[in-house]
Each structure stands twice: as C-alpha cells, then as structure tokens.
Antibody
Framework: EVQLVQSGAEVKKPGESLKISCKGS????????IGWVRQMPGKGLEWMGI????????RYSPSFQGQVTISADKSISTAYLQWSSLKASDTAMYFC??????????????WGQGTLVTVSS | QSVLTQPPSASGTPGQRVTISCSGS????????VNWYQQLPGTAPKLLIF???QRPSGVPDRFSGTKSGTSASLAISGLQSEDEADYYC????????????FGGGTKLTVL
C-alpha cells in the first residue's frame, strides 16, 4: 500500500528555522517525483516545488524559489521542506504528494496527511 | 490570483447533476492534460480525475471530466451529501517552467 506519512504539527516563532518531512512507503521512493503543496488558512492549493529523490533534481514554482528548500534522502525514503527564517505568512498546512508521470500524463496520485505549521510571536 | 479560474462556489440538491468549470490558457489547459482533486473538510486532497477524463480506481462513475480547448469541466451526477467538498482543477503550465498550477477551488454545497 502506497503511503506518505508527514511529520507532526509545528509551532515556531518568526525568524526560526524549520524542516518538515514526508516519508514514503509501499513504492520505490527514488523512482517518483515528490511534490510539496501549500494551503494557507481558508485558502486554496499552491504548488511549491518537486524533487526526484533518485538524483535530487529539484524544480521550484517561481513564487517559492528562494523562499524554501526542498531536499530528499532516498536511503530513508524521505523528502523534506525547510525554511531558514520563518515568517508569520508561512503559517499554513503543507502537503506532500507523489507525482505519477507516465507518457506525458502527470498527476498527484497519493498525498500525505499534511503538516500544520504555525508561526507566531 | 490563480492561473486557472474556477467559480468560488456551486450547489445542488441530492440526486441533481452539477458541473464545475475551469478556465485556463494555451500554455496550461490548452497544451496539457487537466486533473481534478477533491478535498473533503479537514482532510488532504484526493485525486478525482486525471488526464482530462480518467478516474482512479475507487472513484465512482458519477464523477466525470471533459476538456475542450483552454477550458475543462467536472461533472457530478446523482449528487450525494458526501460530495460536499472543495474541488480543484490543475494543469501543468509550459510558460512557468515549474510544476503544476491549481485553480482557486470551488466549494460545492449539497443543499
């Protein structure tokens, strides 16, 4: 069974750093792109970026380039999303998801349960 | 403001058929396939329709998708109370040189 299990909720202060995780199981983690999606309170979904754990090839959505860092450790089937200096505006739910890309078709077929990040002084 | 445009809300009564539209441009819907995601309250999104009109295993055939030019639609027939959720369309955008773009989402209310 394909599963993506994310790390637990975090409460941080502005300026602090943070790294959240997404652990995959039930599939060959290094052979699939893993994406990160942000959902701010009461708002819609926003693509942040994707990573291919096999070679760490990473693509960022223009809105998030330079704001976050996406990484992965294929040896433990885990992808990460990190911030070096959080802002209150980073308060959101963050989802990871597996990207299935076959014959030109691309979609997020399995999702993690989400990690709630709250940034408040 | 989202790259793909959806109506913010839609509604219907049990048993009715409702449609949700998604409008884009030549760089996204016009040149790539469309996916739809369903997000039930308080849960993670779930893939509902992929490649314009394909249903993943387990998704009832009450849900269907179509695409024409730079627009797409999601149709739900035989509306049920458990269909009350947020629905998002998505497509890759060639001009952004980045990952997929989402629509702003449509909140479906079952009256």
């Amino acid at each position: 069974e394909v599963q993506l299990v994310q790390s637990g909720a975090e409460v941080k202060k502005p300026g602090e750093s943070l790294k959240i995780s997404c652990k995959g199981s039930g599939f060959i983690f290094s052979s699939y792109w893993i994406g990160w999606v942000r959902q701010m309170p009461g708002k819609g979904l926003e693509w942040m970026g994707i990573i291919y754990p096999g070679d760490s090839d990473t693509r960022y959505s223009p809105s998030f380039q330079g704001q976050v860092t996406i990484s992965a450790d294929k040896s433990i089937s885990t992808a990460y999303l990190q911030w070096s200096s959080l802002k209150a505006s980073d308060t959101a739910m963050y989802f990871c998801a597996r990207l299935l890309a076959v014959a030109g078709r691309r979609h997020l077929d399995f999702w993690g349960q989400g990690t709630l990040v709250t940034v408040s002084s | 403001q989202s790259v793909l445009t959806q109506p913010p809300s839609a509604s219907g009564t049990p048993g009715q058929r409702v449609t949700i539209s998604c409008s884009g441009s030549s760089s996204n819907i016009g040149s790539n396939t469309v996916n739809w995601y369903q997000q039930l309250p308080g849960t993670a999104p779930k893939l509902l329709i992929f490649s314009n009109n394909q249903r993943p295993s387990g998704v009832p055939d009450r849900f269907s998708g179509t695409k024409s030019g730079t627009s797409a639609s999601l149709a739900i027939s035989g509306l049920q109370s458990e269909d009350e959720a947020d629905y998002y369309c998505a497509a890759w955008d060639d001009s952004l040189k980045g990952p997929e773009v989402f629509g702003g989402g449509t909140k479906l209310t079952v009256l």
